[in-house]
């Protein structure tokens, strides 16, 4: 009877690795994307909201998460189309990407702004404006379909593209581009963390409204279709938990007082205007 009940837990034992040894695994693959999933360093893993909802994501559906190193997003998506990485996050919904991937919708989308210099007097509150500048937007991003259309207008020496949200902010500040198109609240959080920024942009006076796929989109690869079901069970139930809602709200709804508003000097620019002390003047 020993011998049979010993036998016995050998068996569940057995069945119990295999079963782990067999759950697939599904490779996400990112970039940097400040507020949202963040690579702090090059030997730690990122985190961020995305970080914890794709945990969750994996857990509730029944695979295992391997997160990539940061990887830039045209990379992603040429590996997505290969079928080399299986997730990506943070979309916006194109045709094209619909073409090789499930795309899962999970929140609601914020649209992009427009960013300038805080010494920038051109106005910009029109898409009819952005005519009349150099303009930077990073590369593999999609915007809303007006902004897409002013870029492609744009001759290839007004156009910039740069890797990251970071690079098209350093383009402005040297001087190099006169406008970055941006996602709203990601860009507003790389401002505010990021001490070199701060004061130094300003908001075009420019919203536009969206009118189909007003949402953000989670990219499965079309040969891991069969994860569909499953993942948008599990995004549902996220949803009704409010889990969503807790993990991007406070993120989405940062509006940073290091942007210069309206009617406001940079500090710089205050600076400058001050009357200069002459040596030996104290206070």
Same mark, same amino acid.
């Given at each position: 009877?020993?011998?049979?009940?010993?036998?016995?837990?050998?068996?569940?034992?057995?069945?119990?690795?295999?079963?782990?040894?067999?759950?697939?695994?599904?490779?996400?693959?990112?970039?940097?994307?400040?507020?949202?999933h963040e690579f702090s360093a090059p030997n730690l893993p990122p985190t961020g909201p995305s970080v914890v909802l794709m945990q969750q994501l994996a857990q509730r559906a029944g695979?295992?998460?391997?997160?990539?190193?940061?990887?830039?997003?045209?990379?992603?998506?040429?590996?997505?189309?290969?079928?080399?990485?299986?997730?990506?996050?943070?979309?916006?919904y194109t045709e094209e990407r619909a073409g090789y991937m499930v795309m899962l919708p999970y929140r609601k989308r914020l649209p992009e702004a427009v960013f300038l210099r805080a010494d920038e007097t051109r106005p910009v509150n029109s898409v009819a404006d952005l005519q009349a500048l150099r303009l930077v937007s990073v590369r593999g991003f999609s915007y809303h379909p007006e902004y897409m259309q002013a870029l492609s207008a744009r001759p290839l020496t007004e156009r910039i593209e740069v890797a990251s949200i970071a690079d098209g902010l350093l383009m402005l500040t040297k001087g190099r581009g006169d406008a970055l198109i941006a996602p709203a609240a990601s860009t507003s959080f790389l401002i505010e963390s990021d001490e070199k920024f701060h004061f130094k942009f300003r908001k075009a006076g420019l919203t536009l409204t969206l009118n189909?796929?007003?949402?953000?989109?989670?990219?499965?690869?079309?040969?891991?279709?069969?994860?569909?079901?499953?993942?948008?069970?599990?995004?549902?139930?996220?949803?009704?938990?409010?889990?969503?809602?807790?993990?991007?709200?406070?993120?989405?709804?940062?509006?940073?007082?290091?942007?210069? =508003? &309206?009617? +406001? *000097?940079?500090?710089? $620019?205050?600076?400058?205007? =001050? &009357?200069? +002390? *002459?040596?030996?003047? $104290?206070?």
């Open positions: 009877m020993q011998q049979f009940g010993t036998v016995c837990c050998w068996i569940a034992l057995l069945w119990s690795g295999t079963t782990f040894a067999q759950t697939p695994v599904l490779r996400w693959c990112l970039d940097n994307f400040p507020g949202f695979f295992t998460l391997q997160i990539s190193d940061q990887t830039p997003s045209a990379r992603c998506f040429r590996d997505m189309q290969s079928g080399q990485t299986d997730l990506m996050s943070n979309l916006n189909d796929h007003r949402f953000v989109y989670l990219g499965l690869a079309k040969n891991q279709a069969q994860w569909g079901p499953r993942l948008q069970q599990a995004i549902k139930t996220l949803q009704d938990e409010g889990i969503i809602d807790q993990l991007y709200g406070p993120r989405e709804a940062v509006e940073s007082d290091k942007i210069v =508003q &309206p009617g +406001q *000097q940079s500090p710089a $620019a205050t600076a400058s205007s =001050q &009357p200069i +002390q *002459q040596a030996g003047d $104290a206070s």
